[in-house]
């Protein structure tokens, strides 16, 4: 089992549609999760991070996280064409020297108008 | 001081030819990663340094590869005897504390081996 898993996509969503996107993970100790965005060709891009259970919103991007089920998700609402991009989910695995973050493998979202 | 620094943008190097890449990270971090990344791919971790010291290596990190970060600030990334897998995006990254923050990463140098 990958350390943290995605789905690669890509995920086609309508102009103005919900872009739902999901993450697993298998540290169970993990307590702080990330999602970057990533242009093609541009490095990553933090754009939310959340440390407990629930939800939280940011703009038009809301993080949800159940640790029970060791899943974090990310929705994009009113999804704008300027949203296509690749989606990487990241934790830090704590037994690990400096926590380093472990990311997925993306997933690439398109956003057709 | 506005971000991490990597440099260059980008690298064409012919097989068998060393590269050294540069990063400067944001200053009051002291905390410094790399990570490679390829097509289709999340990156993946290579070395990890706090302050000047280089306290985790991946085993992807052959030996040709090493990494330094002189007096805990810029930070060099060299490969030896370049191959045609080692073509990818190496990014750098930098992080303020532990584990609640997220990193910062650099533009990340292109290197492309021929």
């Known amino acids: 089992q990958k350390e943290v898993e995605q789905n690669s996509g890509p995920l086609s969503v309508p102009e103005g549609a919900i872009a739902s996107l999901n993450c697993t993970y298998s540290?169970?100790?993990?307590?702080?999760f990330f999602w970057y965005r990533q242009y093609s060709g541009k490095s990553p891009e933090l754009i939310m991070s959340?440390?407990?259970?629930g939800d939280k919103e940011d703009g038009r991007f809301t993080a949800q996280l159940n640790k029970a089920s060791q899943y974090v998700s990310l929705l994009i609402r009113d999804s704008q064409p300027s949203d296509s991009a690749t989606y990487l989910c990241?934790?830090?695995?704590?037994?690990?020297?400096?926590?380093?973050?472990?990311f997925g493998g993306g997933t690439r979202v398109l956003v057709k108008p | 001081d506005t971000g991490v620094s990597q440099d260059p943008r980008h690298k064409i190097t012919k097989r068998g030819q060393n590269v050294t890449f540069r990063c400067d990270p944001i200053s009051e971090h002291n905390r410094l990663y790399w990570y490679r990344q390829t097509l289709g791919q999340g990156p993946e971790f290579l070395t990890y340094f706090q302050n000047e010291a280089q306290l985790e290596k991946s085993r992807l990190l052959s030996d040709r590869f090493s990494a330094e970060r002189p007096k805990g600030s810029f930070s060099t990334l060299e490969i030896q005897r370049t191959e045609q897998g080692d073509s990818a995006m190496y990014l750098c990254a930098s992080r303020e504390g532990g584990e609640a923050y997220g990193y910062t990463f650099g533009s990340g140098t292109r290197l492309t081996v021929v």
């Open positions: 540290d169970r100790v993990s307590q702080s």
């Open positions: 990241a934790a830090p695995m704590i037994k690990a020297a400096g926590n380093k973050l472990t």
């Open positions: 959340i440390y407990s259970n």
